[in-house]
């Protein structure tokens, strides 16, 4: 299981990031367990994040990014 404050890795875009939340997302009928992570994406020396949800079975516990 992850929890906040561990990283996860997005097994369809490769994006890693964050946990900091849960939510839930009616699909079919059918509500589904989701993460909220902070993704971040580097760009020369900038450094840019955003949020990512998505059903809880796409993401899977990595290390730090």
């Known amino acids: 299981m992850l929890n906040i404050g561990d990283y996860a890795?997005?097994?369809?875009t490769?994006?890693?990031?964050?946990?900091?939340?849960?939510?839930?997302?009616l699909m079919d009928g059918v509500y589904i367990?989701?993460?909220?992570v902070r993704v971040s994406k580097?760009?020369?020396?900038?450094r840019q994040s955003?949020?990512?949800e998505d059903?809880?079975?796409t993401?899977?516990?990595t290390e730090e990014a």
């Open 9 to 12: 890795l997005h097994q369809r």
């Open 14 to 25: 490769g994006q890693v990031g964050q946990v900091c939340g849960y939510g839930h997302q």
């Open 33 to 36: 367990t989701t993460l909220k």
């Open 42 to 46: 580097h760009k020369g020396t900038r």
């Open 50 to 52: 955003r949020f990512v």
């Open 55 to 57: 059903a809880y079975s």
């Open 59 to 61: 993401w899977m516990l």
